[in-house]
């Protein structure tokens, strides 16, 4: 009887995981967004590929419109002098590299925290991700 019970819960747990998780449709889908930042020359985009339901890659750019480049690790040239600007770059960067990786291991927007500092690019991947994932729902087969 105990056996039972234990394979019971088991199985309730494993389908509990399995709905735990958003299943996507398969594709590859890119969203651009500039968030709530419409006033600022900024993109967050992302792309990301869907197989058997979940995501198998993600890339996440922010790109400026203005000067033409990516936001990268060099960014911070631009604020030469500013050490408050420096930070939030430095801080952003860590965001643009962390928040992929985090989305890939939980499979769920809501569970990607933002980094500490790093709010601006958060909103943007997160936003950049639910255009991605709203063009998967109008597509048809």
Request: charged letters at 20%.
């Amino acid at each position: 009887m105990f056996r039972k019970a234990i394979i019971v819960i088991t199985a309730i747990l494993m389908v509990s995981l399995l709905y735990a998780r958003p299943h996507y449709k398969d594709g590859t889908y890119m969203g651009v967004s500039r968030s709530c930042y419409t006033q600022e020359p900024y993109y967050g985009i992302t792309k990301i590929t869907v197989e058997r339901g979940l995501i198998v890659s993600i890339s996440f750019i922010v790109r400026d419109s203005l000067k033409h480049e990516d936001f990268s690790e060099t960014y911070e040239r631009h604020f030469a002098g500013n050490p408050e600007y420096i930070k939030q770059c430095r801080n952003d960067w860590q965001g643009i590299c962390s928040y992929p990786k985090s989305l890939l291991q939980h499979q769920n927007i809501s569970k990607v925290d933002a980094t500490s500092g790093a709010t601006w690019s958060y909103n943007l991947f997160k936003d950049s991700f639910n255009q991605a994932v709203g063009k998967m729902k109008h597509q048809t087969r």
